[in-house]
């Protein structure tokens, strides 16, 4: 790349809201499963599993490979159960928990689908009854209830509204995001909250549920007229969200807690640069790392510091790839805003140009199969015409590549050595120049 041009994507082939927050000390930071970089959506769930280690360094795929990388691939696998005749019964089930929680239960032995079904069903049916309730007890339809899980949240679609619950790992990241969808009300299209609250050191929040289906899973049957109408919405929504005024002290609060907790720089996702030794120091704690590129990293980001010291941050989404737009075959819905956070304007574009790049990764089980990169190609230069201001930061290229660089430092918390999607032969590739 030529220093100084931006990167380009490589082709293959609403009513007032009423909620009252719980108090400081009732909402604790306990945190528990794993972000896939995956989007919690109204229309279904995230990323497969393969992305969890194939993603490369965007916000796409928070975690570690020890919380995270195993679980997604045993959830991806779907119910795997041993059952021994006439005694207790040990699963794997598809959240990735281990051995099941509660008493054995006897039951004829069942081979193959069956066992799986089963279990599947035991595995949905505490998680629904629980919204089932959560939803009655707001007067509001609870019949069918779909469970879809993503990357941080149980998502619960019922015939009028969208019930999501946190895993609880990253601190009042629902709260956030309800905070940031009262902040942007009106200017850009959010989804509607109905409700809000906490139990039990889970969040959970109601929402009305637009119709429409991810913009990625529609992509493909879409007429080149609505393709291009679709990215002039997203250009217009992206440019109103980075004029929304932040209020003082605004911040991400599970982005604050990668950069200040010295045991969780492994989700210090779409932070500054000025913060990378955060992510050189975790990745440091965790030993087994290759010490030379760890240096090599800490000079080359360094001395490109000065590019950012005139940033002037705004309120960005964070994550704005198709699967987290919702389109109606009209108009478009922002989703999947816990991620949003106070940032330079061409950090969203960094983290849009990924998404071009590789759309694949981000796909979930009937969420745009078949797509390519190819499938793409206008996307960049569309996005240019509509909003040329976010392609004007000068050193753009040597700043989308620093940005880069702190995601495929992230990316070595959860990808072995040696493995397909390893980012560490790419990081040497960089530093030599």
């Not at 679980?71 to 794997?92: D, P, T």
């Not at 964070?318 to 108009?331: C, E, I, P, R, V």
């Amino acid at each position: 790349m030529a220093t100084g041009q931006p990167r380009r994507a490589r082709w293959g082939c609403s009513g007032a809201i009423s909620i009252t927050w719980p108090s400081a000390s009732a909402c604790g930071s306990r945190r528990g499963r794993t972000p896939g970089r995956a989007p919690d959506r109204a229309d279904g769930p995230s990323p497969r599993a393969d992305a969890l280690e194939a993603a490369s360094s965007r916000l796409s795929v928070p975690g570690s490979l020890d919380t995270i990388g195993r679980s997604w691939i045993r959830r991806s696998c779907g119910v795997r159960a041993v059952a021994l005749a006439g005694a207790s019964c040990e699963r794997s089930d598809s959240n990735g928990w281990g051995r099941a929680q509660h008493p054995p239960v006897r039951r004829p032995c069942r081979t193959g689908s069956q066992q799986g079904s089963l279990l599947a069903e035991e595995r949905t049916a505490t998680p629904i009854a629980w919204a089932r309730a959560k939803l009655q007890g707001h007067a509001l339809p609870a019949d069918p209830i779909d469970l879809r899980r993503g990357w941080s949240n149980e998502v619960f679609l019922a015939p009028a509204h969208v019930l999501r619950r946190s895993s609880g790992r990253f601190r009042h990241s629902i709260r956030h995001e309800v905070e940031v969808i009262r902040l942007v009300d009106g200017a850009v299209p959010v989804p509607e909250v109905v409700a809000y609250g906490q139990e039990e050191g889970r969040e959970w929040v109601i929402s009305l549920r637009k119709p429409g289906q991810s913009l990625l899973q529609r992509w493909k049957a879409m007429p080149a007229a609505e393709r291009r109408e679709a990215v002039r919405q997203l250009a217009v929504c992206l440019e109103a969200l980075h004029r929304v005024p932040l209020p003082p002290g605004f911040a991400n609060p599970w982005q604050a807690d990668a950069i200040t907790d010295p045991g969780k720089g492994a989700d210090a996702y779409h932070v500054a640069p000025r913060h990378y030794p955060v992510i050189l120091n975790s990745l440091r704690k965790r030993g087994s790392q290759d010490e030379a590129l760890l240096r090599s990293a800490e000079t080359y980001l360094a001395e490109r510091l000065p590019l950012f010291e005139d940033d002037e941050e705004v309120l960005i989404h964070g994550d704005a790839h198709f699967d987290n737009l919702l389109w109606d075959g009209a108009s478009l819905t922002l989703l999947d805003l816990e991620v949003a956070t106070r940032a330079a304007p061409d950090l969203e574009l960094d983290g849009i140009l990924s998404f071009l790049a590789d759309p694949v990764r981000f796909l979930g089980p009937g969420t745009g199969e078949g797509v390519a990169a190819c499938d793409f190609r206008e996307v960049e230069d569309w996005l240019r015409q509509d909003y040329p201001v976010l392609f004007e930061r000068p050193h753009l290229g040597e700043r989308l590549e620093v940005y880069a660089t702190m995601g495929r430092l992230l990316q070595m918390h959860y990808t072995p050595e040696g493995h397909a999607s390893d980012p560490r032969p790419r990081l040497r590739q960089s530093f030599r120049g």
